[in-house]
Each structure stands twice: as structure tokens, then as C-alpha cells.
């Protein structure tokens, strides 16, 4: 059934790629055909788990919560949380030390106006509509952040997401790789290994109209609705965002602190530093 699902989807997405339009160059082409990719791919997640679930007699993801933490608590985010929901796993091991001067000494920043920064968690919210309240995936407990030393944001933790934006005309995302070094020098960890960046899109920021975390600004309709208000939102501002979320490493179990940036060879610059700890679990 579930293969079945992703093979319609999969033609769509093909049509939908055939169907831009005639008159526009090959790269806007292109540009145009990935974005509708991308938000008809959103839309179709959400159906294939809702079709999914119900085929196993489950209720869907939407109408049940993430078993994280008793409670609902959401327990990932170790000494970094100002949230209400501290408690932490028993084998997280919290957030990266004080970043050792050799690392922040050599840091430069590029010059992105790179700000409106903050650390969240991936989690639930509800919103209702009449008597009707649903649940949403998006990013929850969140915490404004600095950045010191032009663009470095220290101290995270596994579970962690990095919210961050750039003003949009100077911010070129190809041209900048990920560089991580643990700060005994032991380890390095690249694009694959490293923190995974640009994992959310605007559906997980702006959350539904209505939303009981009482975040701004919302929108109502799909992912891919709430996706495009938001690209729409961040376009009216000049701005684009990036997200850096750290996972988890079972067989680390005391932690290792690591010094990364988002790194443009070509200039010897960084969009964003920062330092986070690896652990077991978040």
C-alpha cells in the first residue's frame, strides 16, 4: 500500500517538474521545478503517514503526540534549556564547554547581517479550530541567542536546532561547506558527519494560527501553504534562513565538545561558527 502511495506520489513530481513554464531560462526552470517539488513533497508526507498509520489501525500522526519524556516532555535538551521542560534524558550530557581561544582567534565572519537567531527543539504544538483542536510537528521552546565574535553561537547540545537568518542578497548557500574539529584536535567531521544543516523549512517556524505556544508570525493551510507564507514573510524582509540540528552518536557516551563554522573557502569566511556537544542521545 505504502509503496503504491510513493509511486503516484513519485509521478506527480514528475509532472509537476515537467509543467514549468515554457518562457522562463533553464536555470529558473529549474529553481522553479525544485520548489514545487519540494512543497508537493511536503503535502504528500503528510499523506502517506496519515494513509500509513490508518492501514495499521493506528490514528495518525496529526491526531496523536511523540511518546519524548513522560509527560509530554520533551527531554533532549540537557544544560542548554531555558524552557519549562528541563528534564534532560539520564544519559544526556549536556551542552559544549567554553570554545578554546585557538578556534575563536582565527574565526572571520562574512559580513551577512546574520541575526534573529534561536535555539529550539523539534516537538508538538496543538491549535484549534472550533471544537476541533489538532496537533503539528514544528520548532518549539525556543530561546533567543546572540552570537559572539561577529557570528559564533556556543554551548549546544544534541537535540538541538539552530534557527538563523542572513540577509538574502549576500547570503550564497552553494558556496559554503560545513568544518568541524573536536576541540582535542582528535576528530573532524564533515557535510556527512557533521550538524545537518538547512533540515527545517518555514512550516516548522511559522506555526498554525492558533497555536498554543502563542509564536507569531502564522499561518493557516498545509505545510507547504505555511512553507510559502513564510518564504514570503522572509522575502518582504530581504532576509533567507538556515537551520544546524545535532544528532546523536550512541557509543559517545561521556561527550565530545566540537568547534564548527559554515565555512566559504573562497574567502577564508564563515556565514556562522558555532560549538556543540555530541552525545549518546538527546
Known sequence: MK????????????????????????????????????????????VVETVDSVSKGQLPRSQRSRKRGSKGCFANRGSTSASACTAAAPDHVGGAGPVPARFSGQLQCAN??????????????????????????????????????????????????????????RYKKYDYEMQCVSYDGSEQLDNTNGPSVGNYKGKSVMLHTGNSLGYTP??????????????????????????????????????????????????????????FRRGPRG
Not at 10 to 19: Q, R
Not at 145 to 166: H, T
Not at 224 to 252: E, I, P, Q, V
Open 112 to 169: 551577512l547581517n546574520v541575526g534573529n537567531a534561536f535555539v529550539a527543539r523539534d516537538g508538538n504544538y496543538t491549535f484549534s479550530q472550533g471544537i476541533s483542536t489538532e496537533t503539528r510537528s514544528g520548532l518549539i521552546d525556543r530561546r533567543n541567542v546572540q552570537a559572539s565574535n561577529g557570528c559564533l553561537y556556543s554551548g549546544l547540545g544534541v537535540g538541538d536546532v539552530l534557527y538563523v537568518e542572513f540577509d538574502k542578497s
Open 218 to 275: 502564522t499561518a493557516t493551510g498545509s505545510n507547504s501553504d505555511r512553507s510559502r507564507a513564510y518564504d514570503a514573510h522572509l522575502d518582504g524582509r530581504g532576509r533567507t534562513m538556515l537551520t544546524f540540528n545535532f544528532g546523536a552518536l550512541h557509543t559517545d557516551k561521556s561527550g565530545t565538545d566540537f568547534f564548527c563554522q559554515w565555512f566559504n573557502k573562497n574567502t577564508g569566511k564563515s556565514a556562522v561558527a558555532l560549538t
Open 3 to 46: 509503496t503504491a502511495i510513493f509511486t503516484a506520489i513519485g509521478l506527480a513530481l514528475a509532472a509537476t517538474t515537467i509543467a514549468a513554464p515554457a518562457e522562463a531560462g533553464p536555470f529558473s526552470k529549474l529553481k522553479k521545478a525544485a520548489k514545487k517539488v519540494e512543497r508537493t513533497a511536503e503535502d504528500a508526507q503528510d
